[in-house]
């Protein structure tokens, strides 16, 4: 390792760094802008200068910028030097000039990185005595604000979104000290990742839109340690608290995952917490079908009379925490118990358990993800199932140009020189899926095409990898050499990467993409295969697996085999055919734990209102098979309670028998101990909420030791101030008092260091800048492997006895059920749509934008036509979330026709009922 | 974008193509493609900032960003003749300031305004390498050098 | 061989021609033959190594050696595929600068047959002319100069049957000063906003789309036909002291007779100041030039006998430049004119990097605070600081700003005088009523 000096002091830094790295790697304050652990440098702001000395003789020294400046062995240099102090204290003179003196009125200040620099450097008497530029600002969309008078020109959003995320509608325009950073003009923002520019900004330009509105200073924020709730990448989140009210969710740095960044649909699908339709008292149906909020006890009692007679069955949710679905399990037995996925959800997922489970399958982490140089996506439309796992597949095809760079001498993280030199060079990244997808522009090719062809490509691939003549296939000459150019980039690869997942419905596709990781396997190769599964516990929910399927509970109910079912957040028009439930629904006792208004809790006789992540504490498993903890933000509004406290609750109440099965299910913990003594493939699951490790009798604070109000906020109720409610969950408080763990790994709820209020604070957490937090990385991996056999659930087809059959596509922003409850992702969604090839739109007399009527099951939605060449005719593409009330599975028959009534939405909003 | 319709008239796809002809990437293309746009337009509109942007198979905000970067591409309307007065250091010192006066004051516009009858642009422009005859002054491709303030009336006169 | 032809290589033709220079005239006085004789009878290697024997050095202004540029670009097998560019910077927006027009307009073909051998040295089947976008004759002369040399196998394909082919174009620039920038200039080529490039990678490992690419100056380019015709040793004689070759150099403001002069390397500032310009105009008294356009240091009149030449102006403090000399009067107020060229400066910055966007335009704003009888104590503390931390080359990202800082900081030494009086007196001594000093 080169050591270096600063300051006098040798210190051992990594091999391949930069000064600027290397010295807050060492916990050095050094101030910067331009540069980002994740974007690299750029020597745009000239803010982390230090003197360089070329020897020990040399004691004059040269400017030079960290940022810039390999940490070659024996490098000498300061940071103190009066040359390096007075000039960076100069640049922050030259970025003031113009930047407004308006933090008290922006949503940045007290987490600003400018302001943390200012002070830092000493700045304080301003002598410019000229005018300051002004901007017009431009309108985002419903997730950005944009307040360009504020800009310091750093180059970071620009670099972000479209070096970074590969956005083509933002970009830095005109010249000298005019620059403007936005779109060509006023309109939505088209990335998924927009919302990043928040936390990419050192300063106030970009801000969040929803949080704005009701806005809080981050030192009055209460956060936890959080998971987002989106899809089943379980990105690290932040999200943060005041008045009862989920704020705003910031990026929780998670070196393996998300490493800085989230999706939109993460940080503004959260806002689904403060809904109009959260469920927040427990209630009871009345004969006429409406509800009354009834005191918990009460409900609980109807519920348990309801248990006292007959089987009781439980379903399950792939969003629900590990324990409330353990809980339930056990509350109702195993072989009452059904996971809570669509029969045709629960075949994939099979599909999927078993490729991980394999022999020699490596699933990557998204860091994996990004050091791949060999791409095959199969099926999956990535960025709209799993965007961030899209945007690590962006960075992953840059591998080549980090070689080629390094073969020209230039430092990977010198990123200017990188991609100007790199520009030519490319990792290869095949892609088949349904739709064109926003990949393309980083595909070496691309083929669209419906479920079955793509598996039939990827076993195409996978005979031409082992060798083995497969059997004779229809391909077209295009697939066929298209699986060829895969093959052969594969196998020539160091990294290969199969991607696939549930979202094109097929479990055949993801049976390809695991033969073509098969293939691969063996020799020197570091295979990975990464399966997307939909939701952010589907592979907690499936490996906890249960003895019966959704199909078999519905019959069970529906044919009065048993006459109570619990549906633990689950909504299940999603899951089954209105028909099928109203059936099953009608006959039963329906007792629901739920956090929010649907089909289902409007068809239950007892409805407990179910916490939030935001409210509770648990374990979600990733698709890696990682068990991540989330932990409660903040306690929740009314009788809402986390749902294995209802069902805990509810077994008490109900006697003897039930309360025994879920007997020491005290706290949170004493349910995750007791699912991994039970479970093998969870042993080590209780592993994801360690210790703090602190001193008896400290605990780590969930607000910052500035917050402020706690004297009064609650003045208007009572003059006396409450005393904070006590967290029997986790080594967390809900106060400012106590301490934070030196290794923080995952019980980090704020990132805040003396001098850094902003998010850059998190160098000060991390072993190295940019690196793992100390602590390590969050959360356990399971070993999927010891997944019990779990009955294999070979869904029936669906049977295409209609015109039309249907393919599932997905959307970022209206797929997730959750996230489209958030007054912003609504805004942000696009209209309900269907997917038709032009020939077919053509024979039905539709156009594009046109109103498409379509039928199943008695079921009729009407939505606008998108018509796309890249369709296959003959289908239609329902994208999930967007069929309200028409449940879609993959293949079915389906009526398609003109509608001649319809009415778009109005804009941008997607039509609720 | 596919449903755009393409303004640019069969000349100026022609030149446009022939210049992308030449360069390795359509998108290097950029900055001809806008001089010769404006060349027959005088400047680049929004729509002729799609079109080029479509024609080229780039993003508007990635012409735009190269459009608003450049001096000589418009991105506002001017008027049939552009004038340019060199304000650097040599026709400094040779009295542009003059120049730049009896400009203003014969046209009735300050730098960047355009006269109301659309006749004429004035901007200032930095150095145009004849320096040995400053100060001097451009209007649309004609250089007169040596410009005093009282040959300004007839230098426009040249151009109607 | 006329006297002239021998010794003003780059002008002798344009004299005898009495202007332009077509393709006839020029083939007349010799021209192609250096190319004929590169392409049929010397190896790539050997030109690259008689232009570095000839020790030519860039007459862009940086003075960098050209041969050893060329030496640098990867040959043979270790050039890959052979995509290479061959780039003349034809972008003159040095202010006070007015070389590379005249020689463009007049004698195109000598340009273009320096192109030519340059890119046969690096084997760049590709060359560009990076044209100032104003030069609309310039322009017209050249593209018509590439025709005529295609139409007589001097470029294209097959070069003089020799087997060597090369495609010359011409991109006309959207204007911007930062083009004259060696890696801003590869970005506007690129179709780019003109922002300047980190190094590494260096342009002749990874240029212009990330090829192995060299830029060299107009006026550089046509010094090499006569390299190669007459040897690197005719070269080295041409120069008067260290430095080989004719230069053309040019003085501009209140002398008698502004102009251009092709003479050797070394000719002391006084004899071009005096012998060719005529110096001063009556009434008007000498205080300062800038001896290589506007991002020189200035001279003074104890600089004037110095020579010419990259380490004598160098070691004043100064650098040679371009070549072509703004002479400063007495009827400019130094205030004034430092505000002059710190608004060109700031307004050309192309707003990357924060010393010299934001940086810039703040001392504009001071110089025309002082200017305005607005100066305050502590001003030219500020100016001294700032042209400090600016100035210094590595402190910036490209050296745009530290040009910017060379006239501020040395008028700031030589005429302090002036800056204090006009915040002393809170007034411009050379304005009365707001216009400048008439000449006595």
């Not at chain 1, 100069?90 to 940045?108: A, G, Q, R, T, Y």
């Not at chain 1, 078999?552 to 633990?568: C, F, H, K, P």
């Not at chain 1, 704020?750 to 998010?759: I, K, V």
């Not at chain 2, 001809?32 to 337009?41: G, H, M, T």
């Amino acid at each position: 390792m080169p050591t270096i000096e600063v300051d006098g002091v040798r210190y051992e830094v990594r091999e391949g760094a930069n000064l600027l790295q290397a010295c807050l790697s060492q916990g050095l304050d050094l101030p910067y802008f331009c540069w980002h652990p994740s974007l690299g440098s750029v020597g745009a702001c000239r803010q982390c200068a230090v003197v360089q000395y070329k020897d020990e003789e040399d004691t004059q020294g040269k400017l030079t910028m960290a940022c810039m400046t390999p940490a070659a062995d024996g490098t000498r240099l300061s940071i103190d030097a009066d040359e390096a102090v007075g000039f960076r204290a100069s640049v922050i003179e030259w970025l003031m000039l113009n930047h407004p003196h308006d933090c008290p009125v922006c949503e940045e200040g007290g987490e600003c990185h400018l302001q943390d620099m200012t002070v830092m450097t000493g700045h304080t008497v301003r002598r410019y005595r000229g005018r300051k530029r002004t901007f017009r600002n431009q309108y985002l969309g419903p997730l950005l604000n944009h307040e360009m008078n504020r800009c310091i020109t750093c180059y970071r959003c620009v670099r972000f979104y479209r070096d970074y995320a590969g956005g083509r509608d933002f970009d830095a325009f005109g010249s000298r000290d005019r620059m403007y950073f936005g779109r060509a003009e006023d309109g939505v923002l088209e990335s998924e990742f927009a919302g990043n520019l928040v936390e990419v900004c050192p300063t106030g330009v970009f801000t969040d839109k929803p949080f704005s509105r009701t806005y809080t200073r981050k030192w009055d924020l209460t956060s936890a340690p959080s998971i987002c709730h989106g899809c089943g990448v379980g990105c690290n989140t932040l999200p943060g608290e005041r008045y009862g009210a989920l704020k705003r969710v910031h990026n929780r740095y998670h070196s393996e995952i998300n490493g800085y960044f989230l999706c939109d649909r993460g940080r503004f699908g959260a806002g689904f917490v403060n809904a109009d339709g959260r469920l927040h008292s427990a209630g009871l149906r009345r004969d006429d079908g409406s509800f009354d909020p009834v005191p918990p006890d009460e409900a609980l009692r109807r519920a348990a009379a309801a248990m006292a007679n007959g089987r009781v069955l439980g379903i399950g949710s792939p969003r629900a925490s590990m324990e409330s679905n353990f809980a339930l399990a056990s509350l109702v037995g195993r072989e009452q118990f059904c996971s809570g996925f669509a029969d045709y959800q629960a075949g994939l997922m099979a599909a999927v358990v078993e490729a991980m489970a394999g022999p020699a399958i490596h699933v990557p982490t998204l860091q994996d993800v990004e050091a791949a140089d060999a791409v095959l996506v199969l099926g999956e439309d990535v960025a709209n199932t799993a965007p961030r796992l899209a945007l690590a597949l962006r960075q992953s095809v840059r591998n080549e140009s980090f070689a080629a760079a390094a073969d020209a001498s230039i430092p990977v993280w010198q990123d200017a020189g990188v991609r100007n030199h790199g520009a030519a060079y490319r990792s290869p990244l095949y892609q088949a899926a349904v739709l064109g997808t926003r990949l393309d522009d980083i595909a070496e090719a691309s083929v669209c095409c419906p479920p079955e062809t793509a598996a039939e490509l990827g076993e195409r691939v996978a005979d031409q990898l082992g060798q083995r003549s497969g059997a004779d296939t229809a391909l077209s000459d295009d697939l066929r050499d298209f699986a060829a150019a895969a093959a052969q980039a594969l196998g020539d690869a160091k990294r290969p990467l199969i991607i696939s997942g549930t979202g094109s419905g097929s479990a055949a596709v993801i049976r390809a993409a695991a033969a073509v990781a098969r293939a691969l396997a063996g020799g020197e190769r570091d295979v990975s295969l990464c399966l997307n599964v939909p939701e952010c516990n589907s592979l907690g929910a499936h490996l906890l697996g249960g003895g019966m399927t959704l199909a078999e509970a519905l019959t069970s109910l529906e044919q009065g085999e048993a006459d109570t079912v619990i549906v633990l957040e689950n909504e299940l028009s999603r899951r089954a055919e209105a028909g099928r439930l109203t059936a099953a629904v009608e006959r039963a006792n329906v007792i629901v734990v739920d956090c929010q208004e649907g089909w289902t809790p409007e068809h239950a006789d007892v409805v407990l209102p179910a916490a939030t992540f935001a409210e509770s504490d648990g374990t979600w498993v990733n698709y890696e098979g990682r068990a991540q903890r989330f932990y409660r933000v903040f306690p929740g509004r009314g009788d809402c309670a986390p749902a294995w406290q209802w069902l805990t609750r509810l077994a008490r109440t109900a006697g003897q028998e039930f309360a025994e099965r879920l007997a020491g299910f005290e706290h949170v913990a004493d349910v995750t101990a007791a699912l991994a003594r039970e479970h093998a493939v969870f042993a080590e699951a209780d592993d994801a909420a360690p210790e703090a490790g602190l001193p008896a009798g400290l605990r780590v604070p969930r607000q910052p030791h500035r917050y402020s109000g706690r004297t009064a906020m609650h003045a208007h109720v009572s003059v006396h101030e409450p005393r904070p409610p006590a967290d029997t969950e986790s080594p967390l408080a809900f106060s400012m008092e106590g301490q934070q763990p030196r290794d923080p790994g995952v019980l980090l709820p704020f990132s805040w260091a003396p001098g850094w209020n902003s998010n850059q604070s998190v160098y000060k957490f991390q072993a190295e800048a940019g690196g793992a937090l100390r602590g390590g990385p969050a959360g356990v991996r399971l070993d999927v492997t010891r997944a019990a056999a779990g009955r294999r659930v070979e869904a029936p087809a669906a049977a295409a006895d209609r015109p039309f059959r249907a393919l599932p596509l997905q959307d970022v922003f209206a797929s997730d059920e959750l996230s489209l409850h958030a007054a912003a992702i609504r805004q942000r969604a696009a209209q309900p749509y269907a997917v038709l090839a032009p020939a077919d739109a053509q024979g039905l007399g539709i156009t594009a934008g046109s109103g498409v009527r379509v039928v199943s099951g008695g079921v009729t939605v009407s939505l606008a036509a998108r018509i796309d060449p890249t369709m296959v005719s003959g289908a239609v593409g329902l994208v999930e979330g967007m069929t309200k009330g028409l449940f879609v599975e993959p293949g079915m028959g389906v009526d398609v026709s003109a509608d001649p009534d319809y009415v778009p939405p109005s804009d941008g909003v997607i039509a609720r009922g | 974008m596919s449903e755009l319709i393409n303004p640019l008239s069969e000349e100026e796809i022609a030149a446009i193509e022939a210049e992308a002809a030449h360069l390795p990437e359509r998108r290097s293309a950029a900055i001809e493609a806008l001089r010769i746009v404006q060349a027959k337009r005088g400047w680049i509109s929004d729509e002729s900032l799609g079109a080029i942007a479509h024609q080229l198979g780039m993003s508007i905000d990635a012409l735009d960003a190269v459009a608003t970067f450049y001096n000589l591409i418009f991105r506002q309307p001017v008027g049939r003749h552009v004038v340019m007065y060199c304000d650097s250091v040599s026709c400094y010192i040779m009295g542009c300031e003059a120049v730049k006066a009896r400009l203003c004051h014969e046209l009735g516009v300050e730098p960047g305004g355009t006269t109301v009858d659309d006749r004429f642009t004035l901007l200032p422009t930095v150095c145009l390498g004849a320096c040995d005859r400053a100060p001097v002054v451009m209007v649309d491709e004609t250089l007169y050098g040596n410009v005093s303030a009282d040959a300004i009336q007839e230098l426009l006169s040249d151009h109607d | 061989m006329t006297e002239d032809a021998e010794n003003k290589p780059l002008s002798a033709r344009i004299t005898a021609a009495g202007g332009f220079v077509d393709i006839d005239a020029y083939e007349q006085g010799g021209g192609y033959q250096a190319l004929r004789h590169a392409v049929t009878a010397m190896a790539p290697e050997d030109v690259t190594q008689t232009v570095k024997d000839a020790n030519l050095r860039g007459r862009g202004g940086a003075g960098f050696p050209t041969g050893v540029k060329w030496s640098f670009v990867p040959m043979g097998d270790d050039a890959g595929d052979g995509v290479k560019y061959l780039i003349c910077n034809a972008d003159e927006m040095e202010p006070g600068t007015f070389k590379d027009r005249y020689l463009m307009e007049n004698d195109p073909h000598l340009l273009l047959e320096g192109i030519l051998l340059g890119a046969y040295a690096i084997q760049a089947p590709q060359a560009y002319v990076f044209m100032r976008g104003e030069y609309h004759l310039a322009a017209r002369r050249l593209e018509e100069a590439i025709a005529a040399a295609e139409a007589r196998g001097y470029c294209g394909k097959d070069v003089l049957g020799s087997g060597f082919s090369v495609a010359v174009g011409l991109h006309r620039s959207g204007g911007r000063y930062l083009c004259g920038e060696e890696t801003a200039l590869l970005n506007a080529l690129e179709g780019r906003p003109a922002q300047p490039r980190a190094r590494p990678p260096f342009p002749p490992a990874s240029g212009a789309w990330g090829r192995p690419s060299i830029v060299n100056n107009v006026e550089t380019l046509c010094n090499v036909p006569g390299i190669i015709r007459h040897g690197a040793a005719w070269y080295q004689q041409l120069g008067r002291g260290e430095d080989a070759g004719t230069k053309l150099f040019g003085a501009s403001g209140r002398v008698r007779s502004p102009g251009l002069w092709e003479l050797p390397m070394g000719t002391p500032i006084r004899e071009i100041l005096y012998d060719h310009a005529g110096g001063m105009q009556d009434g008007y008294a000498f205080r300062g030039l800038l001896p290589g356009g506007a991002s020189t240091d200035f001279l003074v009149e104890e600089h004037l006998d110095l020579p010419m030449d990259y380490a004598a102006i160098g070691n004043a403090g100064s650098r040679l430049g371009t070549g072509t000399m703004i002479v400063v009067d007495d009827s400019v107020c130094v205030v004034d004119l430092s505000r002059n060229l710190q608004h060109f400066f700031a307004q050309e910055s192309c707003g990357f990097c924060t010393p010299c966007r934001d940086g810039l335009p703040w001392l504009e704003s001071v110089l025309a605070d002082i200017e305005a009888g607005r100066g305050e104590p502590g001003d030219l503390e500020l100016l001294d600081r700032n042209a400090h931390y600016i100035g210094v080359p590595g402190h910036t990202f490209c050296v745009h700003a530290t040009g910017a800082m060379e006239p501020l900081a040395s008028a700031l030494k030589y005429f302090r005088d002036d800056f204090e009086a006009h915040i002393r007196e809170r007034r411009c001594p050379h304005r009365q009523h707001g216009l400048r000093r008439e000449p006595i």
